[in-house]
C-alpha cells in the first residue's frame, strides 16, 4: 500500500521534562504560539526519533554544548523552533528528554539563557526522575 508504519510500541524514547506537573515544551510553544504546522514537523522528527533512534534525525540535531542538543524543527517561513534536549539521562543510548524551549534563527540559539535552564532542569531531573513523561506534544 506505500504507508510506512511505525512500530506500536517504540523502540526508542522521547520525555519532557515536568515543572509542576506541566510539560515544559508544551508549556512553551503555548505561551510563544508557536505556529501548529511547526510543532507538527516537531513531533514528526520525535515520531521517526522513537521509531528509528538519533541517527534518523541527525541532520536537524545541533549540538548546543555542556552535553546538550536542539532538535531544529525547520520549515519554509517557519519560526525555528530548537527545543533543547540530552541524551538519557537515564539510558543514553535508548531515550532523549526534552528540558527547554529554545528558537534558533539565523543559526543562533534564542533565548541565550536557554541552555543555562535546561542544565539546572538537567540537575533537578537526576535528583528525581518522576519529573519527566513520555507523551505527545500535538
Not at 509542576?20 to 526519533?49: F, K, R
Request: a negative charge; hydrophobic letters at 40%; proline letters at 8%.
Amino acid at each position: 500500500m506505500g504507508v510506512i508504519s511505525f512500530p506500536y510500541k517504540p523502540i526508542y524514547r522521547a520525555y519532557f521534562y515536568l515543572e509542576a506537573g506541566q510539560n515544559v515544551i508544551q508549556e512553551w510553544m503555548n505561551e510563544e504560539a508557536i505556529p501548529y504546522p511547526d510543532q507538527l514537523v516537531l513531533q514528526n522528527l520525535i515520531d521517526i526519533y522513537e521509531a528509528a533512534g538519533l541517527g534518523a534525525i541527525s541532520t536537524y540535531v545541533v549540538d548546543v554544548g555542556e552535553g546538550l542538543c536542539g532538535l531544529l524543527a525547520k520549515r519554509r517561513d517557519g519560526v525555528y523552533p530548537c527545543p533543547l534536549f540530552c541524551c538519557g539521562p537515564f539510558d543514553d543510548e535508548g531515550e532523549i528528554t526534552f528540558l527547554a524551549g529554545a528558537f534558533r534563527p539565523h543559526k543562533m540559539l534564542r533565548p541565550r539563557y536557554a541552555p543555562g535552564l535546561a542544565q539546572d532542569r538537567l540537575e533537578i531531573l537526576l535528583k528525581d526522575p518522576t519529573r519527566r513523561w513520555h507523551e505527545s506534544i500535538t
